[in-house]
């Protein structure tokens, strides 16, 4: 059996008028965050770490914010569009472990609700996807309150 590991990293803005949407699950707060998608700040670092193990380049590669198809698209539908690219070429996600990096909002009461979301979306047990969430301290953009990010690693295997 061979063994590829990936690494993702992403970042985005907050602003108004859109929902706070991360790990697929819409969390209650006065400010949204920015990008072409929804802008799922995990789930795009999740799906670069694994478009990364499987070679398959990074998430804007894939699926790039110049492309109206994209547009205010549930990351959600873009992670299981992954996920097929991965079965295609016979990987199997073995674990994901991702860290939400943010000052505000405190998000550790969705943290569970999340892992169900993206367990369900891959066809995952949640025990095989850990999420974990930190500040900054106040330091650095989001710990000024500026905007989130997420880090992720996967373990995909071969069928």
Not at 124 to 134: C, R, V, Y
């Amino acid at each position: 059996m061979k063994y590829k590991v990936g690494t993702g990293y992403d970042v985005h803005a907050f602003c108004k008028d859109k929902p706070l949407i991360i790990g697929g699950v819409n969390i209650p707060y006065s400010l949204g965050l920015k990008g072409h998608s929804d802008a799922d700040v995990l789930i795009h670092a999740i799906i670069d770490a694994l478009l990364g193990a499987a070679n398959l380049r990074d998430i804007g590669f894939q699926y790039p914010d110049n492309d109206s198809n994209y547009k205010n698209i549930d990351s959600t539908l873009l992670l299981k569009d992954t996920a097929q690219k991965l079965k295609d070429k016979n990987f199997k996600i073995e674990n994901i472990d991702s860290t939400i990096i943010l000052q505000t909002p405190k998000i550790s009461a969705f943290i569970p609700q999340m892992q169900q979301r993206l367990a369900q979306v891959l066809e995952l047990e949640t025990e095989d996807i850990t999420i974990k969430a930190t500040t900054t301290e106040h330091l650095g953009f989001c710990g000024r309150g500026e905007g989130v990010a997420a880090q992720a690693i996967c373990l995909l295997s071969d069928e």
